[in-house]
């Protein structure tokens, strides 16, 4: 009998952390929804990020518990002293999607494919948690939002490189991308790479009324101990506890706006930027 299963973690099919899967997005139910974008072909440098999803999906079966011989599912974190996702495990409510389809060579095809997944997790009324592939895919990922947002980017590096040498798409065009669209209200970026620590900057691309935050983590952030296969290693950056500060602080108290003079500067500096849309 199939409840009877330890499910131990090096046995068995592999979803993220042993949950449901639906690959139909017409019929999701679920609370959180984990779609992977496995797509690296923004990486200047180290590709190979193509293949996190997947691993990603396997390492997350050792915090899936061991079936119905674990009582109490979630899992303890000792910091808070308390238990995270218990509701969401013991309901299945963290759904595996799958991939987005990629089409390789053709970053277009790949990006609508993505907004599209989105799009309809979104509507579903689930929470997306998507898995890179490289950076470059916060942009089809932030499109798919129809109301206003804020972006939360975590990284090493700004991802704001304007267009340049035909390069418009990949991992360090991001967030100049997602600063075009009209629904995002606030972009607030915590990186720190080679030496300078803690630049915190907030790009507003329009000044009224209240939007959602929603985070983008460019994995650089982390330390090469921890993830030396990242696209963009950079030295100096974040250690774990200065993550943990940084994502309890909160975002608006570091959010300062641009003055009409520096929007002014900015618009100017941004003539070259190609508004086509992928
Ligand atoms: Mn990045």
């Given at each position: 009998m199939d409840d009877a299963r330890l499910n131990l973690p090096f046995t068995g099919l592999v979803s993220f952390m042993r949950g449901p899967v639906c690959t139909d997005l017409s019929r999701l139910d679920a609370d959180i929804a984990v779609l992977g974008v496995p797509t690296d072909e923004g990486t200047p440098w180290k590709p190979g990020s193509r293949f996190a999803p997947r691993k990603i999906r396997e390492m997350s079966v050792r915090y899936a518990g061991f079936g119905p011989t674990q009582k109490q599912p979630g899992y303890y974190d000792i910091e808070e002293d308390r238990r995270y996702l218990e509701y969401e495990r013991r309901y299945s409510r963290i759904v595996d999607c799958g991939d987005s389809d990629i089409i390789y060579t053709n970053v277009k095809m790949t990006f609508d494919n993505i907004t599209r997944d989105v799009k309809r997790i979104l509507k579903a009324g689930a929470f997306p948690v998507i898995i890179g592939?490289?950076?470059?895919?916060t942009y089809p990922v932030v499109r798919a939002y129809e109301e206003r947002l804020n972006v939360v980017h975590f990284d090493a590096h700004l991802d704001y490189v304007p267009f340049v040498h035909g390069v418009q798409w990949a991992n360090g065009n991001p967030i100049r991308n997602v600063s075009q669209l009209k629904t995002c209200h606030h972009i607030i970026q915590t990186c720190r790479t080679h030496g300078h620590a803690g630049t915190i900057s907030s790009r507003c691309p329009s000044s009224t009324g209240s939007a959602e935050p929603r985070s983008s983590i460019g994995y650089p952030l982390t330390s090469p101990c921890t993830c030396p296969l990242t696209s963009t290693s950079s030295t100096c950056r974040w250690s774990r506890v200065a993550r943990r500060r940084s994502s309890m602080a909160s975002p608006t108290t570091n959010c300062v706006r641009r003055s009409s003079r520096s929007r002014g500067a900015a618009k100017s500096s941004d003539s070259t930027w190609s508004r086509s849309t992928p």
């Open positions: 592939g490289d950076h470059a895919i």
